[in-house]
């Protein structure tokens, strides 16, 4: 393709004729655009003729500038004419003449203030209707389970057990390891400082009440809510941009009884499960360290941690984590039941899930400290 | 466009393609031409859209050779391979629109990335080529989410005519629509190839398409084409999958009619 674009402009009467030449293709039209510009810029004549016989190649990028130019000037009041079509152009032109290019203008955009002000309600708002969600979502759950006491058959068995393994079974190699870094760390920070005072023996306390009470089921939580909860929102929420959530609403089934309730359950179980088994990786991985780094045997330390702790400190710890796990998988569903149709939003409410539900297990573990000190567990 | 109509636009030479260690291509030859419509048929899974998508380049081949352009893709450099995707449009069977995005930001992308035109000019290109498939300009701020099955295909042809290709690649197009749309959208192609002069390469089933716009039709079987020729020459074809293709509905009301 010849590259060559002109607009020269030549006088005849009352009219003035402007010639184009050349490719008028995409390739070429962000130089052919300025050129219009200047050509059709200080013409005075009433009337304007464009002739584009000399045109090699035009596609709708050509077609529409020429097009463009003859509206601007029509609405001008003024008078444009086309000049030497050639037949194989034809309907190029006609298509692109047909089109009527009626946008309507975007919506205003309201001053900065406003704007916060509306945000900041926006976001208030968003708070009401999640915990709304979240408590109706809690109220369908008990519905069901209820519905389920009252006709065992309609449990789904085996959807529970498969996403046990899932979110219980396969959680397990990476929950001990970080488990018994965690307690390995504390151990080590413990007895460098408490070294100080001559008290390294208390590191065995620290680490076990702390372990038992709070750490283990916190990781454990944590853990849950960024590798089970986003996987659980990612999950409904592409059943629900496919419409499967619908298919099965249609066929008369509830999605809370048959999607829902099984992915919490097997939670339920397997949050305590694995907060049990990662309290005992922490322990250890904290004797691990006392014995190698602080140089106290085993044998002091399983004597010390028996004086240490009480089966109040490890019930503590264990009682709070069915209802974290409740907290979990709650939220994680009404995040994933609230996917729109676009793969932005998928990820959005995924990003959401995990950061709620960590938020929320916090907040719940700190309702729990000021419960168990008031009632001295 | 002064074009020559004879001279073949993409050749595909030999191609074997193996997917999942099953060999699905087994010596493809076709040649597309300039300025042709090419329905391309064959029974489902019998590798149409692998062909497809090998010559786009997203399924690597085994064997054979591909030119587009005349270029052999093997051989084409990142900047010439850019040059050549640059003039195609593709527009797969579930549309494809980048659900982030809205219509108009769909139509766009080509554009913005390709072509170093003004703001305006993008978007009045984008509004015409909207408004040349047939939509109102006012689906421009919509998202594909907001939009019906038929006219998400419509953004989809918009979005892959953008930059005015020489080539367009087309998944079932008309699947999935209903009988009027996709006759509509059969006319809808057949006035954008005439315009522009472009060729299209389109996979389908839908025998209307075949009759009313494809120039030249191509069957895919057994991992070979087993015949490329003009509707007249399908009818004619012995091969048995052929014959109960173009024949066969309409070959078992005539029994059923002579029957009784």
New interface residues.
Partial sequence: MTAGILLSGQTRGDWVELSAAGSWTAEYASAIEPQVETATRGITARAIAININRIEYLDTYGAWLIERTMRQWATEGREARLVGLREDFRGLFEKVHAGTQTLSAPPPRPNSIVATLVSVGMTMSAVAADLYLFVQMLGSLIAAFGRVILHPTSFRFTSTVHQLERVGWRAVPIILLITVLIGAILAQQGIFHFRKFGADIYVIDMVGVLVLREVGVLIVCIMVAGRSGSSYTAELGAMRMREEVDALRTMGFDPVEVLILPRIIALVIAVPTLTFLGSMAALYGGGLVAWLYGGIAPEVFLTRLREAVTINTFEVGLIKAPFMALVIGVVACVEGLQVQGSAESLGEQTTNSVVKSIFLVIVLDGIFAMFFASIGM | ??VDRKAPIIEVHDLVVDLKGHRILNGVTLDVYRGEILGFVGASGAGKSVLTRTIVGLLPKQKGRIDVFGVDLDHAGEVQRQEIERRWGILFQQGALF??LTVGENVEFP?REY????DK?M???A???L??VGLK??V??K????LSGGMIKRVALARA?A??PEILFLDEPTSGLDPISAGDFDQLIL??Q????MAVFMVTHDLDSLHTICDRIAVLGEGKILEAGTMDTMLKSQHPWLKAYFHGARARVLHAVAKN
């Fill in positions: 466009m002064a659900s982030s554009i072509l170093d035109v003004s000019l978007t009045e290109i509004i015409t080529k408004e040349m300009p006012d421009y701020r998202y594909p989410s907001e005519l930059l005015d006035t954008l005439r315009t522009s002069a």
